[in-house]
Structure formats: C-alpha cells, structure tokens
C-alpha cells in the first residue's frame, strides 16, 4: 500500500513592512505553496499577507485565515493555537505545502511556533524561513547601533507590566517591543531615570502610519501594538 505524501508546514518571516526588506527565499517559498494560511484580525486585517503580495506573485493561491486571540488568558490562547493548528494539518494531510506569512522574524515572538510544536508533535516537518526582525529596521530606521563589542542587549516585551519596567536595569541597550497600554508607564519610568532624550522609538515601522522619535523628550504617547523602543 503506498504512503500518502505529506504536506510541510513553513514559516515565513516577511519582515516589519516594507515588502523590498523580504528575502529571496521568503519569496520562493511563499510562491511555491499552494496553501497560504495568514493570520487576520478580529476587524479583517491580514497584514503579514498585505506586506507579502508586493513582493511575490500569490495569485491563485488557497488562502486560510488563521484568527488567533488578543487575550492574555493562556487556556484562550492554547485553543486559538490547537484550532489553528488543526486548520493547517488538514491541508498537511493531503499532501499540499502550506506557508503561514509572519511580521518580522519567524522565531520571535511569532505564532507560528506554537502551531509548529502542536505539529511536529504529530510527525509533520515543519521548516522555518528566517526575516528581519522588526527591532533591526527601527534601529536602521534610527540610524543606531544596537550593541558594540562585549555589550549585551535584550528583547523585551513592552506590555508586560512591571516585568518589563525591572528590565531597563539590565546592562547594555534594551529593545522594547509591544508597549502599547503600558507605553505612559514605559514613558514615566524613563523619566525618572532620565533616559528620555537617549531613547528613541518607531511605531509601524514599514508601514502604513509610521512614525520614528529619534528622542522621547516630549513624551510622544504612541500607543499602537507595533511600537519599538530602543534604550541605551
């Protein structure tokens, strides 16, 4: 009896906006799978998709929208993750590739790994293709280095409260990720350490909307999901 193929699962990292910051091999592979699976919003929006149709040729491909939750509730979470994954596997099982376009880096804060565990758990091959990571172009966009020779930096995320305020203790430059609600917070504790003219910040970086702050002295409140800051 002949074994049925099975389909492999990619990630594909598209970058934080501007599609010409795509890899060569993000391109080849988001053409050459048949299924797309393109994580949308609660309104509609499929940004990841948005920012990978300006640079590769996706007519005519079979476009699975994955939604996933806001909800910090991690049991919310897991289900959105195993619904998704679930939604994926179906094509895997029928022999056609899928690529699931992801904003930055596939292996940062990408959702696609969750799916990618739930998955090679079962025996599907999974493959990651690696993009530029939205803290790399806000740096570029600043025109700043992140690190020099022997100095750490860190990758934060900006929403996580108190948590993500004890960081800036740490040495070397920090990266600040997804401030959003906690951005006046964030704002209010550099203050303090008087750290708000060294600081710089882009929000939708690459997209449509952005704004770059080579310095946070006027405490600009940008309080969108895609905001990047850079500490020294």
Do not use: W
């Amino acid at each position: 009896m002949e074994l049925k193929h099975l389909g492999t699962f990619y990630g594909v990292g598209v970058g934080p906006g501007d599609p010409e910051l795509m890899t060569l091999k993000a391109v080849r592979v988001l053409e050459g799978c048949p299924v797309l699976a393109v994580p949308q919003t609660a309104s509609g929006e499929m940004t990841a998709y948005s920012i990978a149709r300006q640079a590769a040729r996706l007519e005519d491909k079979i476009l699975l929208p994955l939604k996933f939750t806001m909800s910090r509730d991690r049991q919310k979470q897991h289900q959105a993750h195993v619904e998704a994954a679930q939604a994926v596997r179906a094509h895997l099982l029928e022999g056609r590739d899928v690529a699931m376009a992801v904003l930055g880096d596939v292996a940062v804060f990408s959702t696609y790994c969750y799916l990618m565990d739930i998955l090679k758990e079962e025996g599907f091959s999974c493959v990651m293709v690696p993009g530029v990571p939205s803290f790399c172009a806000v740096a570029a966009r600043l025109g700043r280095s992140l690190t020099t020779m022997n100095q750490p930096f860190h990758i934060i995320p900006g929403g996580g409260g108190e948590t993500a305020l004890g960081a800036l203790d740490l040495p070397g430059s920090k990266i600040l990720m997804k401030s959003g609600k906690n951005m006046a917070a964030v704002l209010e504790e550099l203050e303090q350490r008087g750290l708000l003219s060294q600081a710089g910040m882009v929000q939708n970086c690459g997209l449509p909307g952005e704004q770059v702050f080579h310095s946070l002295e006027d405490k600009p409140l940008a309080e969108g999901y895609f905001t990047t800051l850079i500490i020294p």
